[in-house]
């Protein structure tokens, strides 16, 4: 352990444990509120899925699901007040159990950046956990984080859809998505916006070269999932990768020294 | 389906948006409908309004359905248990949605799943109907 890193990880978890608490109590609320919805309810019923279930139907179970979920939202409180170890794993029992229910994940990949971070503070805040652990919890967080722009902006670097903005413009047109009609559809800014959205991804491992670096990326990437948040309809990414984010602080804090 | 859920999570693949596809429909119509017409989808995306960058369970809704859509879009082995699963959830997902268009009606609608690509679909190619069987059919 080098010395003053002790300082650097109260820090990062300072950061962390509440942004990870809210955004564990927005997804459990949210969840809980989408699994109450009739067409919701009817397509992930507890007969319909049985079968699938198999010896887990029990723990699969709607209310088992929802009775989870309200302890997730108990726990998130925990996490953010006293950075309490199981109240990010009660997130984690959460999470895992509605995505089980769902048969997959309940809002895409947020649930798996939600899952890695409760899972890496689960580690990190436990009372007997030697620092070195608690240091390598959260450098996986960033590892994460940082794959998670890198390989997103690679797959898209490939496609010459996004060079030439007919991906975004197909993407704003999906139903599914609902964006707003005052989001632009000029192909040229497309162009610029679909270039511009991967290269800042492909620049993600730039983060770990400075912890001043580092800052500047988590603050140009929380505008980014907050313009998706507002376009797409996704603020679970917004809260799931802005609980992460601290964690690319710390990484090249980490490696300054 | 535990052990599944946990290694999609542990691994994810982080590939977000990268090719654009045909982009899967569940749509339903009352059985008296006339051939070829009547068909509505079966859940729709909300409006998108400026408090949803904090809050929007209606999005996560459509996109938990749509996910599922999607899902029946590429399975094609309908001898497995999970393909049968999906076929069932699908079922569920029609009525349920019946049941918002017209409340009361315990009729058995039909439900299709049809793919739109591109910007501007001017056709509609059905992959899946509720009979249920694959079918490769041109829709207006």
């Given at each position: 352990m080098i010395a003053g890193d002790a300082t650097a990880l109260d820090t990062v978890l300072a950061w962390m444990a509440p942004l990870a608490a809210l955004a564990s109590a927005h997804a459990a609320l949210d969840t809980a509120v989408v699994l109450r919805d009739p067409a919701v309810r009817a397509a992930h019923d507890d007969a319909v899925l049985a079968a699938e279930r198999g010896l887990a139907a029990p723990l699969l179970a709607r209310r088992t699901v929802l009775a989870a979920l309200a302890l997730q939202g108990a726990g998130a409180v925990a996490l953010g007040v006293a950075q309490a170890w199981w109240g990010a794993a009660l997130g984690v029992v959460g999470t895992v159990l509605a995505a089980a229910h769902v048969r997959g994940r309940v809002n895409g990949g947020s649930d798996a950046m939600l899952f890695t971070v409760l899972a890496a503070l689960a580690v990190a805040c436990a009372?007997?956990?030697r620092d070195a652990l608690r240091t390598g919890a959260i450098v996986y967080v960033a590892a994460q984080c940082t794959a998670s722009y890198l390989r997103a902006g690679v797959v898209k670097a490939r496609e010459r859809d996004w060079w030439t903005g007919r991906a975004l413009a197909a993407f704003l047109a999906l139903p599914a998505y609902g964006?707003?009609?005052?989001?632009?559809?000029d192909r040229a800014l497309l162009r610029a916006a679909g270039i511009g959205v991967f290269a800042w991804e492909l620049a993600a491992p730039l983060a770990w070269a400075a912890p001043s670096l580092a800052v500047a990326y988590a603050a140009s990437a929380v505008a980014f999932h907050a313009a998706n948040a507002l376009v797409?309809?996704?603020p679970r990414f917004l809260l799931a990768w802005g609980a992460a984010l601290p964690s690319l602080w710390f990484a090249a804090t980490l490696l300054a020294r | 389906m535990l052990a599944a859920t946990l290694l999609r999570l542990c691994l994810p693949s982080w590939a977000f948006f990268d090719r654009i596809g045909a982009a899967p429909r569940l749509e339903v119509r009352p059985p008296?409908?006339?051939?070829?017409?009547g068909w509505r989808p079966a859940f729709v995306a909300p409006r998108r309004r400026w408090w949803h960058v904090a809050w929007a369970p209606a999005a996560t809704r459509t996109l938990l359905l749509q996910s599922l859509v999607e899902r029946a879009q590429v399975e094609t082995d309908e001898a497995t248990p999970a393909v049968r699963a999906t076929r069932r959830q699908l079922g569920a997902l029609a009525a349920a949605a019946a049941r918002e268009h017209v409340?009361?009606?315990d009729r058995r609608w039909q439900w299709r799943v049809v793919e739109r690509g591109g910007e501007a679909p001017a056709r509609a190619r059905t992959v899946l109907a509720a009979t249920p069987r694959v079918v490769e059919s041109i829709a207006p």
């Open positions: 009372p007997r956990a964006a707003p009609a005052w989001v632009p559809r797409l309809g996704l | 008296d409908a006339t051939e070829g017409h409340p009361g009606d």
